[in-house]
Structure formats: C-alpha cells, structure tokens
C-alpha cells in the first residue's frame, strides 16, 4: 500500500517545476508510505513513490521498479496477490526479476503479454502508472472494483497529472495555478448518496479514474478503455475453493498482518479461513461506553485461538479526533469514523495489514432490503406502469405524510415519481431527498436530479430487480463510500486494509446464476455461509443481522451545540441547516446525516 505521483508530457518538455511539483504531491502521501521514496524523471514524465513496505521489505522493492533495460517504469498502490505465479511464468520466459516486490511483475508482464494481456491475468487491488518510454505512452490503471484510487487532472497544454489522492493531485504545478473551486455537481451527489459519485471529485478540475479501466496518454491523444465489467454471467466454479483460495492470497504479507473482527458473518467468516489456511492472525475490535454498541468479539477470537485486542473509543476520544479525522478525508463523507479509529487502534497495535469484511454485504445480498425487493417485485412492477403523474401523486402524498408525522427520509418518496433505477435506489438508499438538497443549495429540484452524471438509460422505464439494485450499490455505496473510507482512513494510519470478498472471482461467483442462492429463512447470506462451511460462521448468520455501528446518536447529542456551530459553515441554506438540525434533535432524521452537514460545515 502505498501513494503515487506522476506528470506525464505526451510532447515531452518536463520542465524542474514539473519534477518540484510531483516532489509535493509525493511529500503530501508522506501518510501512505512513511517507509521509503523513489522518483523518476525524464524528458515525458516525472514519478514519484511513498513506500509502506508489506511485501519484500528490502531496499529492492523501492519504486519506480523498472524492466531490465529501464524503458518501463512503474509506480504502484496496492498488492498483486498472485504475483508468485507470475513471477514463476515470467522468469521461464526468460525476464530477470531484481526484486522478491509483488509490482515487479507490471512491467515484465507489460512486457511479455502487453496491457490487455496483463490485466487479464492480475489478481489483486491496485492502481499503477506505467511509463512506456519506447513508445513515450502512460498508462494509468485501476482495479477491477476500484478498491484503489486513482485521481487525475489534465492542463491545458496535454500535460496529466496523476496522483493517489485529490489533494494531491491540487498541488501538480498547473492545477494550484487555478482557482481552486468546488464542483457543484459533486456537491449535490454528495448530498443525495452520503458520496462524491465518481467520476466526479469535490474539486472541478480533477477526476477519477473509472474502475475496472485505463487511461492511455500519448502523442496523438487520450483515450478511456474498460477491460472489466460487472457480470452476473453463470460461472460454474467452487465458491468455496475460490473463497479459500481469496482469502489465503490475502494473508501473503512480511509484515505484521491482523483481521478486523466484529460478531457478524463477515468477519467472522475471514477468521475460520485464515485458521484453515494455517495462518493465526491477530484480531481487534473496538469497544465502547455505551454498552449496546459494544460486541462481545473476545469469546469468537479465543475459540479460534487468535490473539485479540479491544480498543475502548469515547465520546471524547471522538471530540478530539475530529480535526485529524477532518484532515484525513480526501473527499467529504457522511461515514468514515468506524474506518478511522479501527484503523488508528490496529495502527497502535504495531499491525501494517488487517484483513477487512467490507464488501460482504453488498456482494452477497447481507442487507435487509434484498429480502423486500425480492417480495415486493411484482407490486414494484405494476406501480412503475403506472401513469407518471399517477405515480407523482401518490408519492407527493405518502412523503408529505411521511414528513408530517416525522420521518424525514419518506421525503425521498417523491422521487419514485420516476420510475427508474437510480430513482430506486435513492429511495431505499439516498441521503437527503432532492427537495431538501435543492433547498440547501438554493437550485431547482430538477437540477439536482440532472447534476449526477451517469445516474440512469435515458431509454430506460420502470423499476430494476434485485441484481440491477446490487450492481447500483457496488457502483456508488461500495466504491463511493465504504472503498473510499477504508482507504483514506487506513492511509492516514499508515495501515494497508485489504478487502478478500472483493477478489474479482469471488464477486463473479456471487454475481453468478439466480438470485434465489442468497436469500433462506433464517440465515444471512447463505452463499457465503455455504462457501466457508463453518458452524461458528452458520451460528452468527442465524442472529438478527447488526451493523458495525458507533454510538454517533449519543455523542452528537451531547455535543450538538458545538457541532451544529460547525455544520452552519457550510456554504448551504443556513435556514435549512437549523431546520435539519432541530428535526435531528427532535428525533426525525438520523445522526449521520447531521453529521454530513458537520463535514460540509468543516471543509468551508
């Protein structure tokens, strides 16, 4: 794990303010890599490399890592979790390897198979750019699932500059040359999902790399192209075998490696196959005042023999952490925190990897809302033919009500007047209703609505199943939001969290063949339970089903004054911010959403 940095000249002329300013975004990662740098320059591109050294530890595994004549280079964030067999196939072909680093073999394979080759066979979390000096061409590259960030933004003159984080991206020479200004696109996502929707950024001038694709730069231009795409193709694979084989992938580590442990399927699932694999990992959670928030972890990690540590987080643990917390968010979030003092406690704990359960959820059906949309899909159906504005009056009914009697999220009711997707989803899974974000920013509602780019098929009419709502959370809930917590979050304590249900194979596994496998009475994703085969496991699918939730509610409350201060920074309605906040403190929306307009409050 790790941050880059890169300005590529498609018409060369890199200039020593160019190489100054790839220094400043590499020093602004310093967090993502305390433990060595590297650079690069020639005349089309300068590099640069924070190192948090998990695999071969030695001076060898510095980056830029190059092939045996120098003509490639390669800078990347992340891990390669097959590169043994790569390296294997690699070397009998003849490529001398100079390092034991798992990133070597990006530019042997590069090399030995071409781009399209090479991501076809890679197995792992990551973003890289790799510098092809022969052909004078930059790729910049993303993962599958986009656990990996990638940022980017392109001056006027064709010059592109790359880096891990948007931050640093804004400190490349021709971007702090602009007015720095806030996308007002990315703010009303924001405000509608609890995310910045990628591509888009909190800032105008810099983009995302999309997941599951490159970006090519050279002299006769740019170009965009996906090699991998969500699929709910049948695949006739062992979800068990593939889980096992993820899982053990994910434990190769040579430094001190530990597992998030929560008494959920997830974690707990992680926990059984890292024992099978032979491994026995060190397991944390964390613990709280407020007793129905904290759970009992302690017997789970002694029944496998693990070594377990609770951190105890309080109320003004939280109060004193906001100004770290604040300046860790690369881009604003309405979640994060759980990420954050996890990640701090397994930084002091001396751990530089934890294996993470997030994606389990969204992957395999965890969420209550699966079960409704599988039961409720014919009547879902039937009232999306209906006439739109006999659609329109029955939701302006049932949220005007639902708003009356207090529940502010039945105001996202509204929107199902149009019948699609994305409508769908905002519905069950929105942030604030886009009445409320228009009346924040002071725009029309259909402004809102039309400001989030790639939301829905112009084409497309009625409502999706349950597979099309699933490949909508992975896209903004799971990339948006909980990918791009555990990264900024871990990042700021130096700690590479790595993510085994989001291996490319298992996903296509989950995807794969009817819906039906993920759901049975009684038990929470029994797919998952099956794959791992488990009774401990098959024990805590059988609970009711409880997130891993931090005790935001009380906290808040005891400091809402203070808070609220905060939150009327933001460059919103002052008007509505007090009215959202009396009905957080009437008890009519939930903390997390007052502590977005908190967030929002900060970063003015």
């Given amino acids: 794990m790790c941050g880059i940095a890169g300005i590529f000249s498609p018409e060369g002329g890199i200039t020593q303010e160019d190489s100054a300013a790839v220094s400043r975004m590499t020093a602004a990662q310093t967090h993502r890599g305390p433990d060595d740098s590297g650079t690069f320059d020639d005349a089309h591109i300068s590099l640069g490399h924070r190192r948090l050294s998990i695999i071969d530890l030695s001076v060898a595994g510095r980056q830029p890592l190059?092939?045996?004549?120098?003509?490639?280079q390669v800078v990347c964030n992340g891990e390669i979790y097959n590169y043994r067999d790569l390296t294997r196939e690699l070397s009998a072909a003849g490529h001398r390897f100079r390092s034991a680093s798992d990133?070597?073999?990006?530019?042997?394979?590069?090399?030995?198979?071409?781009?399209d080759g090479l991501l076809g066979r890679l197995r792992g979390m990551y973003a890289f750019l790799l510098y092809d000096a022969r052909r004078k061409a930059c790729f910049a590259v993303?993962?599958?699932?986009?656990?990996?960030?990638?940022?980017?933004?392109?001056?006027?003159?064709?010059?592109?500059?790359?880096?891990?984080?948007v931050k640093a991206v804004a400190r490349a020479c021709f971007a702090r040359e602009q007015p720095c200004r806030t996308d007002r696109s990315a703010m009303a996502?924001?405000?509608?999902?609890?995310?910045?929707?990628?591509?888009?950024?909190?800032?105008?001038?810099v983009r995302s790399v999309e997941p599951g694709s490159y970006m090519e730069i050279c002299?006769?231009?740019?170009?965009?192209?996906?090699?991998?795409?969500?699929?709910?193709?049948?695949?006739?694979?062992?979800?068990?075998h593939i889980l096992t084989k993820a899982v053990r992938d994910h434990l190769i580590s040579d430094a001190p490696l530990g597992i998030f442990l929560s008494s959920g399927v997830d974690s707990i699932g992680l926990l059984a196959l890292a024992r099978r694999a032979g491994v026995k990992p060190r397991t944390l959670t964390v613990i709280f005042d407020e007793k129905d928030y904290s759970e009992d972890t302690a017997a789970i990690a002694r029944s496998y023999g693990a070594e377990h540590s609770e951190i105890r987080v309080t109320a003004e643990d939280f109060m004193e952490h906001i100004p770290r917390f604040?300046?860790?968010?690369?881009?604003?979030?309405?979640?994060?925190?759980?990420a954050f003092f996890v990640s701090k406690a397994a930084h002091e704990s001396g751990l530089k990897a934890v294996l993470s359960g997030l994606g389990g959820d969204e992957v395999f059906r965890g969420y209550r809302h699966y079960h409704w949309l599988t039961r409720y899909e014919r009547e879902l159906t039937a009232f999306g033919k209906l006439p739109r504005f006999a659609r329109k009056a029955i939701t302006g009914v049932a949220a005007d009500v639902g708003v009356r009697v207090g529940r502010e999220s039945l105001g996202r009711l509204r929107g199902l007047a149009e019948a699609t997707p994305t409508a769908l989803y905002l519905a069950i899974r929105g942030f604030f209703a886009s009445d409320v974000v228009g009346r924040l920013m002071g725009i029309a509602e259909d402004e809102v609505r039309g400001s989030v780019p790639g939301s829905d098929d112009p084409?497309?009419?009625?409502?999706?199943?349950?597979?099309?709502?699933?490949?909508?959370?992975?896209?903004?809930?799971?990339?948006?939001?909980?990918?791009?917590?555990?990264?900024a979050f871990g990042m700021a304590w130096s700690l590479e969290i790595r993510v085994p249900y989001l291996d490319h194979e298992v996903v296509a596994q989950a995807l794969a063949g009817p819906g039906g496998r993920h759901m049975r009475p009684g038990v929470n994703k029994p797919m998952l339970v099956d794959a791992i085969g488990d009774e401990r496991v098959l024990a805590a699918a059988r609970r009711p089903k409880t997130g891993f939730a931090f005790p935001l509610d009380k906290w808040m409350r005891r400091y809402s004054g203070e808070l609220r201060e905060r939150a009327?920074?933001?460059?919103?309605?002052?008007?509505?911010?007090?009215?959202?906040?009396?009905?957080?403190?009437?008890?009519h929306i939930n903390a997390v959403r007052a502590w977005a307009l908190v967030v929002l409050g900060s970063l003015s």
Avoid at 150 to 157: E, G, I, K, N, R
Avoid at 219 to 240: F, I, K, N
Avoid at 326 to 335: E, V
């Fill in 459 to 487: 084409d497309h009419c009625g409502f999706c199943g349950a597979s099309a709502f699933q490949a909508t959370e992975i896209k903004r809930y799971l990339h948006d939001q909980l990918l791009r917590d555990a990264d």
């Fill in 189 to 205: 996502g924001f405000l509608l999902y609890g995310s910045v929707p990628h591509p888009l950024t909190w800032r105008s001038d």
């Fill in 142 to 165: 993303r993962d599958r699932l986009g656990i990996k960030p990638l940022y980017y933004s392109v001056a006027a003159d064709g010059r592109c500059a790359f880096a891990s984080e």
């Fill in 103 to 115: 990133c070597e073999v990006l530019v042997h394979g590069y090399e030995q198979w071409g781009l």
């Fill in 66 to 72: 190059a092939n045996e004549d120098g003509t490639l």
């Fill in 326 to 338: 604040l300046g860790a968010m690369d881009q604003p979030t309405a979640d994060g925190l759980n």
């Fill in 568 to 587: 009327l920074k933001a460059d919103l309605d002052r008007g509505e911010i007090r009215r959202l906040w009396a009905a957080f403190e009437a008890g």
């Fill in 219 to 240: 002299a006769t231009g740019m170009r965009t192209v996906r090699y991998w795409e969500l699929t709910t193709q049948s695949a006739h694979a062992d979800p068990g």
